[in-house]
């Protein structure tokens, strides 16, 4: 049975969501494993929805490690915001003592799951850790946010949502699963046509995150993720693929292999809803 460590900063009501499909594919034995811990980089009363999340955890009953990353923080009297790659000493530290309080959990895999620190590098080593990044292995790198605009810039085709593993070059780990999808067709055609020449910049300053053809990208991609995540960790617990010693990807043969393509599969629990 695999065991999964879950990490979570719980900011949102998509926190709860992942953690809910992740638990009730277990429970009705779509997905074979176990969440052995999850980790909350918040403590309870610093936000409603960090709350939520915690008694969430408490009623499934499986073991929660907290690290206040915001008391942390001020304990160096420093700010959480980090936009280097290359984290300062006191980050470092505190994936120190995170992996202290994880003693004695022993996770086949751990995944990121509306987790919003970097990870360093000596947690990275310590654990085999997946994140969720919401375009193609070939596609644009930053936040979703920065990903949708990029695509429009583009004028792109397709775009699609990967799994790679984490490493400290941020969104460079290698890819482990991913799936595609057209941003073409019925339901994009006469936004494509609106948008014209107009530049991507123009668009963003006058009309935001509300721009329809954003919106449109955006459920696209956001209806992919959870099936993604969710048969990402089937394929683990089946042997279809695993992480060797040197964290390299392999098929059940034990054969290295670049990616897995689920875009199949993704296309049909999109569609079973």
Same mark, same amino acid.
């Given at each position: 049975? /695999?065991?999964?460590?879950?990490? =979570?900063?719980?900011?949102?009501?998509?926190?709860?969501?992942? $953690?809910?499909?992740?638990?009730?594919?277990?429970?009705?034995?779509?997905?074979?494993?176990?969440?052995?811990?999850?980790?909350?980089?918040?403590?309870?009363?610093? =936000?409603?929805?960090?709350?939520?999340?915690?008694?969430?955890?408490?009623?499934?009953?499986?073991? $929660?490690?907290?690290?206040?990353?915001?008391?942390?923080?001020?304990?160096?009297?420093?700010?959480?915001?980090?936009?280097?790659?290359? /984290?300062?000493?006191?980050?470092?530290?505190?994936? #120190?003592?995170?992996?202290?309080?994880?003693?004695?959990?022993?996770?086949?895999?751990?995944?990121?799951?509306?987790?919003?620190?970097?990870?360093?590098?000596?947690?990275?080593?310590?654990?085999?850790?997946?994140?969720?990044?919401?375009?193609?292995?070939?596609?644009?790198?930053?936040?979703?946010?920065?990903?949708?605009?990029?695509?429009?810039?583009?004028?792109?085709?397709?775009?699609?949502?990967?799994?790679?593993?984490?490493?400290? &070059? $941020?969104?460079?780990?290698?890819?482990?699963?991913?799936?595609?999808?057209?941003?073409?067709?019925?339901?994009?055609?006469?936004?494509? #046509?609106?948008?014209? =020449?107009?530049?991507?910049?123009?668009?963003?300053?006058?009309?935001?995150?509300?721009?329809? $053809?954003?919106?449109?990208?955006?459920?696209?991609?956001?209806?992919?993720?959870?099936? /993604?995540?969710?048969?990402?960790?089937?394929?683990?617990?089946?042997?279809?693929?695993?992480?060797?010693?040197?964290?390299?990807?392999?098929?059940?043969?034990?054969?290295?292999? =670049?990616?897995? &393509?689920?875009?199949?599969?993704?296309?049909?629990?999109?569609?079973?809803?």
């Amino acid at each position: 049975m /695999l065991k999964i460590g879950w990490f =979570s900063t719980a900011r949102g009501d998509s926190s709860r969501k992942l $953690l809910d499909a992740a638990q009730a594919a277990i429970e009705r034995g779509q997905l074979q494993a176990e969440i052995e811990f999850v980790f909350c980089s918040r403590d309870s009363g610093e =936000s409603e929805k960090t709350d939520q999340f915690i008694r969430q955890v408490k009623d499934y009953g499986i073991p $929660l490690v907290n690290v206040s990353i915001k008391k942390f923080a001020e304990s160096y009297q420093s700010k959480i915001a980090v936009k280097d790659e290359k /984290l300062p000493e006191w980050r470092l530290e505190y994936d #120190r003592q995170v992996m202290l309080k994880l003693q004695g959990f022993q996770p086949d895999i751990c995944v990121l799951a509306g987790y919003m620190l970097i990870v360093g590098s000596e947690m990275c080593s310590r654990y085999t850790m997946i994140n969720l990044h919401p375009a193609l292995p070939t596609g644009p790198k930053g936040t979703w946010q920065e990903v949708i605009w990029d695509l429009i810039g583009q004028r792109a085709t397709e775009s699609g949502v990967m799994m790679h593993l984490v490493t400290p &070059d $941020l969104d460079r780990g290698p890819v482990i699963t991913y799936c595609r999808y057209p941003i073409t067709g019925p339901d994009f055609d006469d936004l494509w #046509r609106q948008l014209g =020449s107009t530049p991507v910049n123009q668009i963003k300053r006058e009309k935001g995150e509300e721009y329809e $053809l954003f919106r449109r990208i955006r459920q696209a991609g956001f209806i992919r993720e959870i099936p /993604l995540i969710i048969h990402t960790l089937m394929s683990f617990s089946q042997g279809r693929i695993k992480i060797g010693g040197n964290k390299q990807l392999m098929n059940s043969l034990g054969e290295p292999i =670049s990616a897995y &393509d689920l875009t199949q599969e993704i296309d049909r629990a999109v569609a079973a809803g």
